[in-house]
């Protein structure tokens, strides 16, 4: 087994500075500027594009500078841990000064999950903040993986990608019930949708219509996802708030991607076509522009929320208990 002692990474990061800040001490340069506002740990599959997560990585460090350490489980095979560091750099427009970040590369092999906290814990940068983003979904149904999460304030994942819907809501309720402050990038991709809901009901008008019983349809391409789970949730929950009860539908039947609420006399509709948001109220329509995000958008929007999301926290649990209901 080879594990490389926290000690040498850092000392090889110390190095690491001494060789960058000499590069940048040439006569037609300003220096260079360390920069770090948290820890940031990647956990990912060794077949994950390095090319891909090297770009997300680069457009997050100008606004979230952090000191990544990237783990790649490498799958089976002997327990081994492999490491190297390196600088992330840019240049502010106008400047000569160039910003850097550190970066810990770590190769792990599934059998030394166990090992990780004791190189990682070290690294992590003290008084900062320390988020976690798990790209391995599988990493989520792993024996070690609370042992990973403790290892952070905060806890990202992306459910989207697993199969189970309603088993993934379940799971990551009891994670949060259990003092786990988690992000999942299924609910950031809701973040416009939620936006436009509210904005319908800025209207006081509108709000005062939205008496007695609802009714909330959900579909996301025919399918149970988390999603779905979070929408129909959250809109109950904002309706519940305003002395309104609601059903919630998931629908199935249809590929569409679509909200509908119905109370009373009022009607609306959310539908995603072709890379706009239509919306439809009363009958009358109209259109915004939705981009599908890229990760580089979704964990910009998580790595500004350090510490806890109330209102996800809020329609997790509410999702959780709507989830039974959709088995």
Known sequence: MTVAPPEKILKDLADLWATTGKQGAGEAAEGVLRACTMTLIVITEHS???????????????????????????????????????????????????ICCEQVEIACADASLGDVPGVVLPLEVSDLPVI???????????????????????????????????????????????????????????????????????????????????????????????????????MADALASIGAGAAVTIRTSARETFVELACGDFDARLERRDGHLTVTVDGLAHCVLLPMPDDYTLLREELGIVRGDPVFESALASAARFAYATD
């Open 132 to 234: 976690l983003w798990c790209r391995d979904a599988r990493l989520l149904g792993m024996a070690e993986f609370p042992a990973l999460a403790a290892m952070a304030h905060r806890v990202v994942v992306d459910s989207g990608a697993l199969a189970d819907a309603p088993a993934a809501v379940r799971r990551l309720a009891s994670e949060a019930a259990g003092g786990m402050s988690l992000g999942d990038l299924a609910w950031t991709r809701l973040t416009r949708w939620r936006q436009t809901i509210e904005q319908l009901f800025e209207d006081p008008r509108q709000a005062a219509r939205l008496k007695g019983d609802a009714r909330i349809t959900v579909c996301d391409a025919g399918a149970v996802t988390t999603r779905a789970l979070y929408m129909g949730a959250w």
């Open 48 to 98: 994950d594009n390095p090319v891909g997560l090297g770009e997300t990585i680069a457009a997050l460090m100008p606004e979230h500078p952090a000191r990544m350490i990237v783990i790649r489980l490498t799958g089976a095979g002997e327990r081994s841990i492999a490491e190297s560091v390196r600088a992330q750099c840019w240049m502010p427009f106008g400047q000569r000064r160039q």
